[in-house]
Nanobody
Framework: QVELVESGGGLVRPGGSLRLSCAAS????????MGWFRQAPGKERDIVAA????????YYADPVKGRFTISRDNAKNTMYLQMNSLKPEDTAVYYC??????????????WGQGTQVTVVS
């Protein structure tokens, strides 16, 4: 069992940056694959990025490639999503997720409560 708590969302102008953090409560953070999903109003939840337990393998959805960077610090039980060159279409609730498998499925086992990211002029 792992509890996930996101932070770092907010309001930003197009072209700006934000860094999301996800703190995991489990003592066994290391074996988990971690990732981020997002859900925009009226749309389904989609995967944004994922990272395997060691941090050595990463996945990015096409819309964020080259702009977002996922990373994790296993010593701090924390995962990050650095978001640069933000666009209005990045506006969504961002969810931290965790699971035992890599790659992540569309239904990871553990979810955080979500953090709002709004990109507006």
């Amino acid at each position: 069992q792992v509890e996930l708590v996101e932070s770092g969302g907010g309001l930003v102008r197009p072209g700006g940056s934000l860094r999301l953090s996800c703190a995991a409560s489990s003592r066994t953070f290391t074996p988990y694959t971690m990732g981020w999903f997002r859900q925009a109003p009226g749309k389904e939840r989609d995967i944004v990025a994922a990272v395997n337990w060691s941090g050595g393998t990463k996945y990015y959805a096409d819309p964020v490639k080259g702009r977002f960077t996922i990373s994790r610090d296993n010593a701090k039980n924390t995962m990050y999503l650095q978001m640069n060159s933000l666009k209005p279409e990045d506006t969504a609730v961002y969810y931290c997720v965790a699971d035992f498998v890599y790659p992540l499925t569309q239904s990871p086992k553990f979810w955080g409560q979500g953090t709002q990211v709004t990109v507006v002029s």
